[in-house]
């Protein structure tokens, strides 16, 4: 914890010295061309390229170190991250710009020699190129940490808790199920509603369609999260974290399709789909990796593998989790939206309904 601290503040106070060090580069260096005569506005420059090359230094290290030990994200999170790549590509261009302006400035230093007026301009507008950039970089990295875009699914509509009298419509239905002779979980279309407000049949139909999406976890046993507060208690957790060891197969909980495999800061690799009557969206997060060939757009069969339990985004490297989500979904195409069902009690439910038919 205080390693991770530390590494984010140097890496921060590296960015404002280096900043802060290019640009009176290229200040000292305009009063320079303005000024030939004064040999201290040369000197003023190479103490602001002394400190950018320190703050790089810094800057470069601290990054390294909290890409490769992974303090903040793993690893795999970062690459897979299109906001992380530009700013490395960014980064690419401030080094490639630099190598010039450094090897002259060394020149400069080691001969002592009267720098030539025309190199003192290219390395003003090349200092302030890189201002501009790191500027731009620094805007990046903030997108980063907000989540750039969308994170968890985000209830649109006041959160309708489920009433017990909906949870005894469920267990009533998982129990003349559980008794009838042959238990045929056939999957209907019902067409979209077109609402996210949650009825008795709705449950009655997400608990019908959904299974467990790890092997040999027993619903029973879990606690649920559902209300837990998360982000300072600005938001409630909406889910249900299932601890799990990392690389555990992860099943589609229900027959549909792929809405969007996506990655934020707070979930990491991420799946949402649609189940097959297509008023419900399934979230998976904080997946390892996906399942190879799972793509925006694949059908998806019940149980059929999807990922692997890891604990990509914002959870623990120890403690690798699924982090599970169901929601109401007015139209699935907005898949990060939705009204929040507690996946719990469906589970229990539908591992009633599914349970092997007794004598009695
Ligand atoms: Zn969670």
Known sequence: MITRLALAWLHLLALVCGLAGVWARGRALSDSLRHPEDPRAIRRALVGDTWWGIAAAAWIVTGLWRLIAGTEKSTSYYVASHAFLFKMS???????????????LMRWRRKKLQPDARDVG???????????LVAIIALVAVAMARGYGAGFVAPQAPVVSLASGAIDSVLKVADSVSRAPVVVRAVLPVPPSGTDSVTADD???ITHEIAMPLDSIDPTTLHSSFNDPRAGGLRQHHALDIMSPRGTPIHSAASGRVLKLFTSIDGGLMVHAADSSERFVIMYAHLDHYAPELTDSTRLVRGQLIGFVGSTGNASENAPHLHFAIARSADVKH????????PLPVLVAAQLAARPISLR
């Not at 690419?92 to 010039?100: D, K, P, R, S, T």
């Not at 898949?335 to 507690?342: A, E, V």
Request: proline share 5%.
């Open 90 to 104: 960014l980064f690419l261009v401030v080094f490639a710009l630099e190598i010039w302006p450094m090897t002259t």
């Open 122 to 132: 290219r390395i003003e507008i090349i200092s302030y190129v890189e201002c501009a």
């Open 203 to 205: 449950v009655a139909l």
């Open 335 to 342: 898949w990060s939206r939705g009204n929040p069902i507690d």
